[in-house]
Structure formats: C-alpha cells, structure tokens
C-alpha cells in the first residue's frame, strides 16, 4: 500500500448513520477482526473482547436496548467526559450541527435532535453491532489499547467497504449490556460498533467533519 492510499482510506472513512440491511459476509468480518487485532497494546495484552450480533439477533438486540433506554436508566461502565469546553466545545457542536443539517433538523428543534439521538439505540438500522470490553484491571491503559482495536476495525471494514460508527451512545447503557450479554463485571464495557454496508443516499450520511490543522494540534520542538 502506498502512503498515499493509506492517506485515502484514513480520509474517506467516515462515521455512518443509516445502514441498508444486507448482512456481511461471515468470512469478511473475520477478516476485519484478523486484522483489528494487529493493533498495538501495552506489554501485548490485547484486552479487547468483542460480542458481535448478526441477523435476527441483531433486531432483537435493538428491541431489548430500545426498550431499555424508554425505562432504564443510563449506566456506562466508563465515566462520560464531564465537560467539552473551548476547542472540544466548538468542535462538538460543529460536528453536531452538521449532521443535524444533513437531516433537516433545525436549531432549537430539541424534538428533532432527540429523534436523530434516539438513532443510535436503532444502531442506525445497521445489521451488526459490536460490543467491546476491557478487562477492568487494566484500567485506562486497556481502554487506550481498545482504541487502536477500535480505529483498526473501522479501516479494515472500509477497506472491504464495510462502513462502520463507533458508539459510546450504546456503552451508556453497560448495566444492560452485561446483563444482556452475560459480560462479566470485571470487563469495562467501552463502546459499540455498528457496521454493514452504508445507505449512501440517506440524508444522515450525507455530511463529513472537519479535521484541527497540525498549527492547532502539534507543539514542535527542535
Ligand atoms: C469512542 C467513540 C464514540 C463515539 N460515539 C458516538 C455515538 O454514540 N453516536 C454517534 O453518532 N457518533 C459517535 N461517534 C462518532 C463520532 O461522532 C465521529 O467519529 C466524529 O464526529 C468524527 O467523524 P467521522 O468518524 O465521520 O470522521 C463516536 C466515535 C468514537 C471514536
């Protein structure tokens, strides 16, 4: 692969909100786990374990997290950031008023962003979800490793052009997911992977966000 195809699929994959429901191909997302796992971890622990729902399972799966998020409460194993401010702020409403845009919800309209919200408890129709978590033991180093395993599988699937969004939307509901899943308490529930092949033509994919320029990011030294 060359720098620059590198650079192409880094670019074009994007985080995708409304899926059609045509499911993988089993042997293509083995592939994408084969290849997630060449993700780097501390001392190669490679804490990440992943529940993967297809088919009928994936349906029931959004029934039961639906239904959850109309009577239960949120309950995320990993604290949510406690404030966005500044640039992190900024950056967060830009991309949020982005897409509420691309689907027609104007500001202000609080009904309309909760609908678009609640999307992500339908998994934004997407016929499989992936459910990762670290062992709690190691703590933010794990959910760090995760990361990487986390970014692997998002290229590895557009590379197979299977698209894919991350979502820590789902993890809010980590009492439910264990007791769902029958994960054990000592793993962290760290977030979800919704992917299949993109509706490309619906509204909520019709938008791409922005990236800081390196002026804003990197402190050269020497
Ligand atoms: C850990 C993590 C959690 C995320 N959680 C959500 C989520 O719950 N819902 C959502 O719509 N997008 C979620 N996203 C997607 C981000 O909004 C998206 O990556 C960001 O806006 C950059 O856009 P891009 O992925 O299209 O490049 C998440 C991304 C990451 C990495």
Request: aromatic residues 10%; contains cysteine; negative net charge.
């Amino acid at each position: 692969m060359t720098p620059s195809e590198l650079d192409r699929l880094l670019s074009e994959r994007h985080s995708c909100r409304a899926f059609r429901p045509d499911p993988v191909p089993k042997a293509h997302i083995e592939q994408i786990l084969t290849s997630a796992s060449r993700a780097p971890s501390w001392c190669n622990a490679q804490p990440w374990d992943i529940v993967i729902t297809s088919g009928e399972e994936t349906d029931a799966f959004r029934t039961a997290l639906q239904n959850e998020v109309a009577t239960g409460a949120p309950k995320p194993d990993l604290p949510f950031p406690t404030a966005y401010n500044g640039v992190y702020q900024a950056r967060r409403r830009d991309c949020g008023w982005a897409l509420y845009e691309a689907v027609g919800v104007e500001r202000g309209d609080r009904a309309g962003s909760a609908r678009q919200m609640m999307e992500n408890f339908a998994l934004f129709g997407a016929p499989h979800c992936a459910i990762i978590s670290s062992p709690a033991d190691l703590g933010p180093y794990g959910a760090m490793d995760c990361g990487g395993f986390v970014m692997a599988f998002t290229l590895a699937a557009k590379a197979l052009g299977v698209a894919t969004i991350p979502q820590a939307a789902v993890a809010s509901y980590g009492a439910f997911l264990h007791r769902y899943f029958d994960i054990p308490d000592d793993r962290l529930i760290l977030c979800a992977i919704s992917f299949g092949y993109s509706d490309a033509e619906h509204p909520a994919n019709g938008f791409r966000t922005e990236r800081a320029g390196l002026d804003e990011i990197v402190s050269w030294v020497g």
